[in-house]
């Protein structure tokens, strides 16, 4: 059975720095892996989505990476803002026929 | 830029009463799921639907949740009696492909 885990389960940085997420999963038969970022009392936004034949994704100051064999994943948030704060979601798919596994998220506060 | 809309925003209601939740979808999106995501955790599927078809709804708790799309395009879920542990927030998606776009969501508090 898929796990998702993200460690830490939050995680406070000075506004500038450069910082990584990170997204464990047990089973590394995966179809695509995806990055939500979850704003307080709100739904979830798609950031980034890294097919399984696909080594990393970047979008704007957001890089995510995947490692299949270690069944690791990485968002790396580059010269962090205090609108970066938010919890961030991975999710993983087993495949186009199944439904998405959640890891519980990263909450991150951007002090300014 | 097309959003997924759901009402109510909040809801608070007393256990056994009965309570529902409406979703719109992003128009053209065939595929609908209903989530319930509580507080610290990731969110769980609770039912999918393709068009008006259910196509998983392994996780929905029948003996109270209901879940419809009867024409295919919005959708209510439905939890009747209501308990204490069903508090949590209620997310709906829809999806073109394999990005699913998500509404608000319904934060219920059952008392």
């Known amino acids: 059975k898929q796990e998702v885990t993200q460690i830490p389960a939050a995680l406070s940085v000075p506004e500038g720095e450069n910082l990584v997420l990170n997204c464990s999963f047990t089973d590394s038969a995966i179809y695509n892996l995806q990055w939500f970022r979850q704003d307080p009392g709100k739904g979830l936004t798609s950031l980034l989505l890294i097919q399984s034949s696909q080594r990393e994704q970047t979008s704007g100051r957001l890089n995510a990476s995947l490692d299949k064999s270690s069944g690791r994943s990485t968002l790396y948030i580059a010269a962090s803002q205090p609108g970066d704060s938010a919890t961030y979601l991975c999710a993983v798919r087993r495949g186009s026929n199944y439904q998405l596994i959640w890891g519980a998220g990263t909450k991150l506060i951007i002090k300014p | 830029e097309a959003e997924v809309a759901q009402s109510p925003r909040y809801k608070i209601t007393e256990k056994s009463q009965a309570v529902a939740f409406w979703c719109d979808p992003i128009?053209?999106?065939?595929?609908l799921y209903w989530y319930r995501q509580i507080l610290g955790q990731g969110p769980e599927l609770l039912v999918q639907f393709q068009d008006e078809s259910v196509v998983d709804d392994s996780q929905l708790p029948k003996d109270r949740f209901s879940a419809e799309r009867l024409k295919g395009v919005d959708s209510t879920l439905k939890i009747q009696p209501a308990e204490l542990g069903d508090s949590a927030m209620y997310l709906c998606?829809?999806?073109?492909?394999?990005?699913?776009?998500f509404g608000p969501g319904t934060r219920l508090l059952v008392l």
């Open positions: 998606a829809s999806s073109l492909d394999e990005t699913q776009y």
């Open positions: 128009s053209g999106h065939a595929t």
